[in-house]
């Protein structure tokens, strides 16, 4: 098989995360592509906003597992140069010793190649609505060669991460962005009232209707909500940005 059809195939089957309806088969989808780039090990971790202040995270992963429970222990997040560049720019970063600046990172860096990553890239992405992740893709291998093979699967790496996230972000999406109740114009005065800390009688009178007239729409707004009471109202309605 030529290069260009190898290369055909490679971006067939990573378009094929385009049909994946589970972060198990975008787990799996990245175990065979992945490996099929000729990485021993991926790590994807995306932030997703759902809505008003609340986001989610997600993580898909063939990292050993006492790597990933480490990581998580010490909080190596924090050290980790990759997460860094990945909060803070969109180029891809091919990993190299002048990532590690000091003494901490310098001992991350032998810890990981302990486990399996000793070259790699990461792959930031970033959405206008403040999605931000980041795919890492490593080998276990260090030296030229490695870091060769690494340069050489660049775009291919830079299309995976796209589509990888794109998947992750249908899920998440599809699971926690319920669409948010519809209030009334007297419904949604009402509640910037209550938001304020005003009492029944204060809000009859700011909105010129009797108290039942107020009692009646705050139990309307507590229906739509979902909610026991006036505060879990008011925090509902400033996550989903209605306040």
């Known amino acids: 098989m030529s290069n260009d059809l190898d290369s055909l195939q490679l971006v067939t089957d990573i378009m094929r995360l385009n049909d994946c309806k589970t972060f198990g088969q975008v787990n799996s989808a990245l175990f065979e592509i992945s490996s099929k780039l000729g990485f021993d090990a991926f790590m994807y971790g995306g932030r997703f906003h759902i809505g008003g202040t609340r986001y989610v995270e997600r993580i898909a992963s063939n990292y050993n597992a ?50 399996g990553l000793a070259e790699g890239m990461t792959l930031p992405v970033h959405s206008r609505n403040g999605d931000v992740a980041m795919l890492s893709l490593a080998v276990s291998r260090s030296g030229d060669e490695a870091r060769r093979h690494v340069h050489k699967m ?70 739509k909500f979902d909610v026991a009471s006036r505060h879990q109202a008011v925090a509902k309605a400033i996550a989903l940005g209605l306040l």
């Open 154 to 223: 660049l775009t291919f790496g830079s299309l995976l991460a796209t589509l990888t996230h794109e998947a992750m972000r249908r899920i998440v999406k599809g699971q926690h962005m319920e669409p948010p109740p519809k209030l009334t114009k007297r419904q949604i005065e009402v509640l910037q009232w209550v938001a304020a800390g005003k009492s029944t009688w204060e809000i009859s009178k700011l909105v010129g209707i009797s108290e039942h007239g107020v009692i009646h729409h705050v139990r309307n707004i507590l229906l």
């Open 66 to 115: 006492s790597w990933l429970e480490k990581y998580e222990t010490q909080r190596y997040a924090h050290i980790d140069p990759t997460v860094s560049h990945a909060l803070s720019s969109l180029c891809p970063l091919v990993w190299s010793d002048d990532m590690y600046k000091n003494d901490m990172q310098h001992n991350f860096k032998e810890e990981a190649r302990m486990h």
